[in-house]
């Protein structure tokens, strides 16, 4: 019966059914420069920073997005501000060493820190994955053009 097996390439066969099945069916490759998918619904993807409707800073420069930052990319600058309140200079977030967990979005009490639908960052230095307040007020903008959308 072996011998019959190997004879009649039996096994070959079989493989050769599997492809043939499968070479008939419509393909599913997304040609990706070309062609986008949209991310699903809970990706999180690059940071940014949302500002109040008013044009002002949600961020209050509390720290706890720095401190639950299992990797600590998130580095804070702050002064203390004409009214006594705490004034944030600079947010830094370095993406190199990021790793998505989303931990500084769920810490935030004042939900100023976000993570976009943004996929495509990819830069030809590392220099220019470390984001400054401005960079992610920038993309804290086009996040919140885009919630209102739709």
Not at 26 to 35: A, M, N, R, S
Not at 69 to 75: G, H, K, L, R, T
Request: net charge positive.
């Amino acid at each position: 019966m072996e011998l019959l097996k190997k004879v009649a390439f039996l096994d070959l066969l079989k493989g050769m059914k599997v492809t043939l099945k499968t070479m008939l069916k419509p393909t599913v490759t997304v040609h990706y420069p070309f062609e986008k998918v949209e991310p699903r619904k809970r990706f999180r993807g690059i940071h940014a920073l949302k500002l109040n409707p008013d044009g002002s800073y949600r961020c209050e420069a509390c720290y706890l997005c720095a401190e639950m930052c299992p990797s600590n990319v998130i580095d804070m600058e702050m002064t203390e501000g004409k009214d006594g309140k705490k004034e944030l200079v600079d947010f830094t977030v370095d993406l190199t060493r990021c790793l998505f967990c989303g931990l500084c979005v769920e810490a935030c009490p004042r939900d100023a820190i976000v993570m976009t639908d943004i996929y495509e960052f990819s830069k030809y230095s590392p220099d220019k994955l470390i984001l400054h307040k401005e960079d992610l007020l920038e993309l804290g903008r086009y996040y919140q053009r885009k919630e209102r959308e739709k």
